[in-house]
């Protein structure tokens, strides 16, 4: 079969793999039917996941047809149309039975790198680097799903791949992140970063009762995005200083509730981009924490962080801000499972648009090496890659 590999930094291949097979009775394979690309695909383009080997195959967000079942799988069978969390879970540790499914205990295979890395581990997820995992991803044709009977869940009747797709990942990331405010209704939420993880985090945060959203971002079809998907301000923050726009609206208050939907690639903002700024991003990629560092600054006192912006290691913040102003930092990789069901039916009432944001297709996974590019530079107005692989 065709899939998208990892070869090193900057290298991605579309290779011809072996076909994957059942290795345990709880597995399916399924038939990718879509599957896309993320934000977090790019750490790993970028070299900043560690663990990383040549040959792994990519991809978290997809879905697709059953069409092979393991010996004591009985929750699917084949022809179901079943959507895949990015992470993988027992359903039977404490973790998974809490509904905290992305720290499951027991779905990563290598915990022990995990556990080294980040002191317990996280789930196994599928495509992202042998830290969590080593499990082969779905940007590819077929794809084993190991412990299939817990997280996927059966497409609903009616509904097409392209509404579907995005609750594998970026919807409920971008939901969890807003729900993480604790809004009441009423609030000025400040989403930083509107890629996918950020559109839908501002349809949340709406969806949730924030009253302002401000967007801060710099790609202009990202920004007329934001726009659509109900940002009420825009800043941009290579034009503006963020954080005197911010107290503005907020009549010198500071948002109730910020989001760091931009992660360890962020780049330098008005004022920022400096020499070190340059090295950093360009000559010797390290992560990168200016966006997060704006956010803990332009919050309220006691307000929320909310960071679904991914970080990989030590990082350098502003610890006595956090605690002089009594802030609330909340965080995480999303718990998938946990907002299917709800996050399907919002879809349904049509309350949040999961397509808009599709700008590139293709049915032909030897696109795949070209569409990262175009994405990871955000050329033509690139802001969501999806493939249709079979
Ligand atoms: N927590 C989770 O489970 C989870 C799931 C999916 C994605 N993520 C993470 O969410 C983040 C966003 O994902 P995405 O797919 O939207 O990525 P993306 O790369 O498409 O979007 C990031 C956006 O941030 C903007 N940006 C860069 N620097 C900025 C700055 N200083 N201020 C404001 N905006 C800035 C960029 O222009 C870009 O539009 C990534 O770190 C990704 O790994 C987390
Ligand atoms: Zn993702
Ligand atoms: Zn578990």
Redesign the pocket.
């Known amino acids: 079969m065709k899939a998208l590999c990892w070869h090193g930094t900057n290298d991605i291949r579309c290779d011809s793999v072996p076909d994957p097979k059942i290795e345990d009775p709880r597995d399916v394979v399924i038939k990718v039917t879509s599957c896309a690309i ?3 695909d ?2 790993l383009m970028d070299g900043l996941m560690p663990t990383m080997k040549s040959g792994d195959i990519l991809g978290h967000e997809f879905m697709g047809e059953v069409v092979e079942t393991g010996s004591r799988h009985h929750k699917f069978k084949k022809g179901d149309r079943i959507i895949v969390p990015f992470n993988i879970n027992c359903g039977e540790c404490r973790q998974c039975k809490l509904g905290n499914y ?1 720290v499951c205990q027991r779905s990563n295979r290598n915990a022990e790198l995990a556990a080294a890395q980040f002191g317990f581990t996280t789930a196994g997820l599928f495509g992202y680097s042998h830290l969590t995992g080593g499990y082969s991803g779905g940007q590819a044709e077929y794809v084993r799903v190991p412990m299939a009977d817990v997280g996927p869940m059966k497409a609903p009747e009616g509904m097409s791949d392209e509404e579907l797709l995005f609750l594998t ?2 919807f409920p ?1 971008g939901y969890q992140a807003a729900e993480q405010c604790d809004l009441k209704g009423g609030e000025i939420v400040a989403i ?7 559109l839908f985090a501002i349809q949340s945060a709406k969806v949730l009762g924030a009253e302002r959203i401000i967007a ?4 202009p079809d ?1 920004i007329m995005m934001a726009r659509r998907a109900g940002a009420t301000d825009i800043i941009d ?1 290579k034009q503006e200083d963020v954080y005197e726009r911010i107290l503005e609206i907020s009549r010198g208050e500071g948002a109730d509730a910020v989001i760091d ?7 330098a ?1 008005h004022g920022q981009a400096g020499l070190m700024s340059a090295l950093k991003e360009h000559l010797l990629p390290v992560e990168r924490s ?2 997060l560092d704006q956010a803990i600054r332009a919050v309220r006192p006691c307000g929320v962080v909310s960071v ?3 970080y990989g290691g030590p990082l350098t913040i502003n610890m006595g801000q956090i605690v002089q102003k009594g802030l609330t930092l909340r965080s ?3 718990h998938v499972k946990r907002y299917l069901e709800l996050l399907t039916k919002l879809i349904q009432e049509r309350k949040v648009d999961t397509t808009f944001l599709i700008t590139d297709r293709s049915n032909d996974l030897e696109d795949g090496p070209a569409l990262y590019k175009k994405f990871k530079e ?1 050329r033509d107005g690139c802001v969501k890659v999806v493939f249709h692989p079979t």
């Open positions: 993320c934000g977090s790019l750490h992305s990942d970026i990331t930083w970063g509107c890629g996918p993880v950020g801060i971002e710099t790609e990202r923050f939907c931009v992660g360890m690639e962020a780049s903002a200016y966006a679904p912006g991914v995480g990789q999303t955000k």
